[in-house]
């Protein structure tokens, strides 16, 4: 059974910073790219960043991109996101997700490309 589990969020102050984890078991990690989704009230859900199997292979959505770093730790099975700067608009819940597939860029940015799921974690910041 797998198991995506999310830890790190909370409410912050605008200008913040948080960071994430997610720890997963019941897979084989380092076969799978790691992503950091978000969803805001009444949303989508949107890609935050994602981390390919091997060194090297990140992606960030333009509205992160020098304020959040992700990273990977395949001997503990644990993806992290560290988030700076934190702005009111970036209130929303935190999913992390893990899929099978090749490093294509229009598919590691599709939440349906996805196989697996954690529960989520939300973020509350304020101004």
């Known amino acids: 059974q797998v198991q995506l589990v999310e830890s790190g969020g909370g409410s912050v102050q605008a200008g913040d910073s948080l960071r994430f984890s997610c720890a997963a078991s019941?897979?084989?990690?380092?076969?799978?790219?790691m992503g950091w989704f978000r969803q805001a009230p009444g949303k989508e859900r949107d890609i935050v960043a994602a981390?390919?199997?091997?060194?090297?292979?990140?992606y960030y959505a333009d509205s992160v991109k020098d304020r959040f770093t992700i990273s990977r730790d395949n001997a503990k099975n644990t993806v992290y996101l560290q988030m700076n700067s934190l702005k009111p608009e970036e209130t929303a819940v935190y999913y992390c997700?893990?899929?099978?597939?090749?490093?294509?860029?229009?598919?590691?940015?599709?939440?349906?490309?996805?196989?697996?799921w954690g529960q989520g974690t939300q973020v509350t910041v304020s101004s």
């Open positions: 997700a893990a899929e099978r597939g090749a490093w294509t860029l229009n598919k590691i940015a599709t939440p349906g490309e996805y196989d697996y």
């Open positions: 019941g897979l084989t990690f380092s076969s799978h790219i």
């Open positions: 981390i390919g199997r091997s060194v090297g292979n990140t």
